[in-house]
Structures are given as C-alpha cells and as structure tokens.
C-alpha cells in the first residue's frame, strides 16, 4: 500500500492504472467504509481511499475540530484489505489559498439536509469535484446512509459530463439497525441504545406505505411526534421521491424515506429505500 500527501506524486503513481475505483472518505474508518472499499475492489484493478477532513462542508458552530482522526489505525485497516493507494493530503496541498471557486448547486441541495446545513453540499460538491480531478477515477463509491450527497454527486456527474460513474454502496447497519457512521462515537451507553429509534422509525413508515398508506404528511408528522417524545430534536421526517429527492406524491413509486435527528448533542441521519 502506497500513501501519498503531494497530488504530482500520486498522479505519476496513477497514470499507468487501467481501472481506478475512488472511494472518498473522512478517516476514522468503520465496518460501513470498508464495506464501500471492498465494493471497490470488484470494480476496478486500483482502489485509491481518500482521508481528509474536508472544512468546507462543517458550519462554524460543527464538530470539525473534535471529529475523529484516527489516521495510523486508518492505515492498519487499509493495509489488511490490499488497499492499492492512500491519498492523505494536508489541508494546504487541496488548498493552498482560500477556494473561491465554488459551484452554484440546485434548489434539491437547499432541502433536508441544505436546510439544516446551510453550505454542506456546496463544500461536499466543491472537495469531491476536487478530488475526481486529481484522482480521475472511473467509479466512485458512495454510501446510500448520505442519501442526499449520493443523489448530488451524482447530478454534478452528469451535468458537469464527468467521466467517472458513482456507485452506491448500500448501508451497513448494527444489529439493532443502527447505520454505522463515525458520529456514533460521540453517544454514551444510554443514547447509543436509543439511537436505533431513529431506523425503527424509518421502518414503521415503511411498513405502513407498502400496506396502502398513502398520507405521507401525516406518517411524517407522526414519527416527528413519536421520535420528540423520546427525547429526540427532529430536523426532518421526509417522504421523498427518489428520482429528484423531491417531496413524494400519492401516486410516485419509487419512494425514499429520510430522516435527521438529534440526540442531546448528536446528530444522526438514515435513509430507507421503498421498492416497487
């Protein structure tokens, strides 16, 4: 496994690849990113895993300085898998002057997540844009847990003709159906057996939509209701339509559930695909 900070090095490292898979990440590595990586590995015959704490993406008031970095257990990690290539690159090497060319996203990155993260999608859209450029990449591996960043992505690819194909990676959860992020760590025992509320949620929506249930406002509006009486702060409870993540209709089929909480000073977020 080769680990590079500078990009003329590792494109020189890259250049004669015939297939690049690229799965982007933040470190602090869980069961969920290894499973995008070995995903990875099926598609492509060199796997590059970024780690970097991209600044543009966290608000002021977030936890960009206490989120985990977890970097020589990262590398462990990596190495046990056959990972082909690390890029680990110092904030200045991405950034070397304030970015000032950033993309005037659409209205779908102003919803659910945008709402409550003002700028998110733009910092998420501006580093992954970044990264697909130094990397060039055939595929690019990203989790269905951060449903909304999927779907951006994947419009920036195709509006922006980028040669590169994003591939979803489906949610790994813990046994009480948890989706594993590495924000789970900031929980205390107590919150941690509570979190799961949030998926189980997710699930009794669900199970009510594919039984008939088509009054999407009010499963929205009971869940927010059910999840605050626990204790929870909900930012969203939403019924989306998949194909543009815009609110679904009685008649749309191919539905997608969202879903973003706190729990005292955590936030947790999950998606939940309905299928024809």
């Known amino acids: 496994m080769k680990i590079f900070n500078d990009i003329t090095a590792l494109r020189k ?7 690049i898979a690229f799965v982007p990440t933040m ?5 969920g990113h290894l499973a995008l990586i070995k995903q ?27 989120y985990p970095r977890t970097f020589d257990e990262d590398c462990r990690l990596l190495s046990e898998l056959n990972v082909n290539t690390v890029f680990a690159p110092d904030e200045k090497i991405l950034f070397p002057t304030k ?13 659910l997540e945008g709402e409550f993260r003002p700028g998110f999608f733009r910092g998420v859209a501006t580093i992954v844009l970044k990264l697909f450029n130094i990397i060039q990449p055939h595929y690019a591996v990203f989790g269905k847990k951060d449903y909304q960043q999927l779907h951006i992505v994947r419009e920036m690819v195709r509006q922006l003709n980028l040669p590169v194909e994003p591939i979803a990676g489906e949610t790994v959860r813990a046994p009480d159906g948890l989706a594993l992020s590495s924000r789970n760590q900031y929980l205390n025992q107590v919150q ?13 929506i669900k199970e009510k939509i594919i039984s008939g249930d088509k009054d999407f406002l009010t499963l929205q509006a ?10 929870w702060k909900v930012d969203y409870i939403q019924i989306q339509k998949r194909s543009s ?3 679904a209709h009685i008649d749309d089929q191919d539905l997608v559930i969202l879903g973003a909480a706190w729990l005292d000073k955590t936030r947790l977020i999950d998606a939940l695909e309905i299928q024809n």
């Open 222 to 231: 009971n869940a927010t209701k059910m999840l605050t009486e626990r204790g």
């Open 245 to 247: 993540l815009m609110p």
């Open 99 to 111: 970015q000032e060319f950033l993309l005037a996203l659409p209205s779908v990155a102003d919803i």
């Open 40 to 66: 990875a590995k099926r598609l492509a015959d060199c796997v590059v895993v970024s780690i970097f704490v991209n600044r543009l993406q966290f608000l002021p008031h977030e936890d960009f300085n206490r």
């Open 27 to 31: 470190g602090n590595l869980h069961v």
């Open 13 to 19: 490292n890259l250049s004669n690849e015939r297939t």
């Open 192 to 204: 941690r057996i509570e979190a799961c509320h949030l998926y189980q949620t997710l699930v009794e």
